[in-house]
């Protein structure tokens, strides 16, 4: 069983950064794809970005392009996501996920296994 933990979320102004950190346990997070997703107010829940299991390869929706970026750190068992130029649309409850392919689903949520709880991010205007 793999379990996530998302934090590093809060309240900012628009045009600031956040970090968010997933922490991995119950197995080594290098066997897993991570994505983070986002779901704001009334939202359905929609792909932000992911990672490859060795952190080689990247995908980002258009929205976060530039601004938004993942990485991994498999020695610490952690996966970030680097946010910045934040604006108040990125306002969402932000969620990791883990599953054990990396494929040309990997922007669908219910192609993985694995959820965080969830961190609450607010970008103010």
């Known amino acids: 069983q793999v379990q996530l933990v998302e934090s590093g979320g809060g309240l900012v102004q628009a045009g600031g950064s956040l970090r968010l950190s997933c922490a991995v346990s119950g197995r080594t997070v290098s066997g897993y794809a991570v994505g983070w997703f986002r779901q704001g107010p009334e939202k359905e829940r929609e792909f932000v970005a992911a990672i490859s299991q060795s952190g080689r390869l990247t995908d980002y929706a258009d929205s976060v392009k530039g601004r938004f970026t993942i990485s991994r750190d498999n020695a610490k068992n952690t996966v970030s996501l680097q946010m910045n130029s934040l604006k108040p649309e990125d306002t969402a409850v932000y969620y990791c996920?883990?599953?054990?392919?990396?494929?040309?689903?990997?922007?669908?949520?219910?192609?993985?296994?694995?959820w965080g709880q969830g961190t609450q991010v607010t970008v103010s205007s």
């Open positions: 996920a883990a599953r054990e392919t990396y494929s040309s689903s990997r922007s669908q949520p219910g192609q993985y296994a694995y």
